[in-house]
């Protein structure tokens, strides 16, 4: 907690109005472009999330009220930090304040974590793909780093799908590392098939996963046979525009939504805007 003093009345200001339950420390920031970054900050004790959800952050805005978004939790239920992967919006309200916060620096986190992108909305299959475009990676990043995933799936497809090159780096430093990873390194051993692709920068691997998965390219480069609701399982997570496109893909395949409440073949989620 800082210490009111009279020289830092504006620390003053603001640790007033911080309910203190609700306040974190950040403890380590990394930026990966000019648009995005990712950040880790103190877990309350009380927090008990499902691997996948989502939390309200932010700061305080100047008007003295709390300027909160939804941002999915990217550390997995295990890990004692929070982490979270962000773009930089710099008109944005609050990611262009964000994007400066340093190690030290207090964040809100509203503790009540929510969302569909979880095991339990999922009935159980063989394959599960999941689908991200440029944020939408953060609930994966947590759910890759999950126990629990490994061991319901016999495989797991991760795609990934960005603008540039530079923008796929979070993610493929996160499923890189699973191999090597103490607690699920030998669970992934086989399982684990990644798959990024760009859109505008040139790449090993060009095109939307969308018009890949129509013309059938992405099970042909996986060895893999088309969709299937008897096998296969899938999480969504992108813009508004990738989850329709998606969702139409995998209705076609006969995959239908599913929730907390009703378990299905596919649950999607939007790419929350920091
Ligand atoms: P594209 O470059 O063809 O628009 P954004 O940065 O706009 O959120 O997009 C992130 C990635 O998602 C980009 O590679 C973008 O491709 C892709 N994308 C955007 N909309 C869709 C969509 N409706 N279906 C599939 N991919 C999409």
């Given at each position: 907690m800082?210490?009111m003093?009279e020289?830092?009345?504006?620390?003053?200001?603001?640790?007033?109005?911080?309910?203190?339950?609700?306040a974190?420390t950040?403890?380590?920031?990394?930026h990966?472009t000019?648009?995005?970054f990712?950040f880790r900050?103190?877990?309350?004790?009380?927090?008990?999330?499902r691997?996948?959800e989502?939390?309200?952050?932010g700061?305080?805005?100047?008007?003295?009220?709390?300027?909160?978004?939804?941002?999915?939790?990217?550390s997995?239920?295990?890990?004692e930090?929070?982490?979270?992967y962000?773009?930089?919006?710099?008109?944005?309200p609050?990611?262009s304040?964000?994007?400066h916060?340093?190690?030290?620096?207090?964040i809100i986190?509203r503790?009540?974590?929510?969302?569909?992108l979880?095991h339990?909305?999922?009935?159980?299959?063989?394959?599960?793909?999941?689908?991200?475009?440029?944020?939408?990676?953060?609930p994966?990043?947590?759910?890759?780093?999950?126990?629990?995933?490994?061991e319901?799936y016999?495989?797991?497809?991760?795609?990934?799908?960005?603008?540039?090159?530079?923008?796929?780096?979070?993610?493929?430093?996160?499923?890189?590392?699973?191999?090597?990873d103490?607690?699920?390194?030998?669970m992934?051993?086989?399982?684990?098939?990644?798959?990024?692709?760009?859109?505008?920068?040139?790449?090993?691997?060009?095109?939307?996963?969308?018009?890949?998965?129509?013309?059938?390219?992405?099970?042909?480069?996986?060895?893999?046979?088309?969709?299937d609701?008897?096998?296969?399982?899938?999480?969504?997570?992108?813009?508004?525009?990738?989850?329709?496109?998606?969702?139409?893909?995998?209705?076609?395949?006969?995959?239908?939504?599913?929730?907390?409440?009703?378990?299905?073949?596919?649950?999607?989620?939007?790419?929350?805007?920091?």
């Amino acid at each position: 907690m800082t210490q009111m003093t009279e020289q830092r009345p504006v620390d003053q200001t603001v640790a007033s109005k911080i309910a203190l339950p609700d306040a974190q420390t950040v403890t380590s920031v990394r930026h990966f472009t000019d648009s995005l970054f990712s950040f880790r900050v103190t877990r309350p004790r009380s927090l008990r999330f499902r691997s996948g959800e989502f939390v309200m952050i932010g700061l305080m805005g100047e008007s003295g009220k709390p300027l909160l978004r939804a941002y999915s939790i990217a550390s997995p239920a295990w890990d004692e930090e929070l982490e979270f992967y962000s773009i930089k919006v710099q008109d944005g309200p609050l990611t262009s304040r964000l994007q400066h916060i340093q190690p030290g620096d207090e964040i809100i986190l509203r503790p009540k974590p929510v969302g569909t992108l979880v095991h339990d909305a999922l009935l159980p299959g063989n394959r599960l793909w999941l689908f991200a475009t440029g944020t939408g990676f953060a609930p994966f990043a947590s759910l890759l780093r999950d126990p629990e995933t490994w061991e319901k799936y016999d495989e797991v497809v991760v795609t990934h799908t960005c603008r540039d090159v530079a923008e796929l780096t979070y993610g493929r430093e996160i499923v890189e590392a699973l191999p090597d990873d103490p607690l699920i390194g030998e669970m992934v051993a086989g399982k684990l098939r990644y798959y990024p692709t760009t859109t505008r920068e040139v790449s090993p691997k060009m095109g939307r996963i969308t018009t890949l998965i129509e013309n059938g390219e992405v099970f042909a480069d996986l060895g893999l046979p088309p969709l299937d609701p008897g096998v296969d399982r899938a999480m969504v997570c992108g813009s508004l525009a990738f989850n329709l496109d998606i969702k139409a893909l995998l209705e076609k395949a006969g995959l239908r939504e599913g929730a907390n409440s009703d378990p299905a073949e596919f649950v999607i989620e939007k790419a929350f805007v920091g």
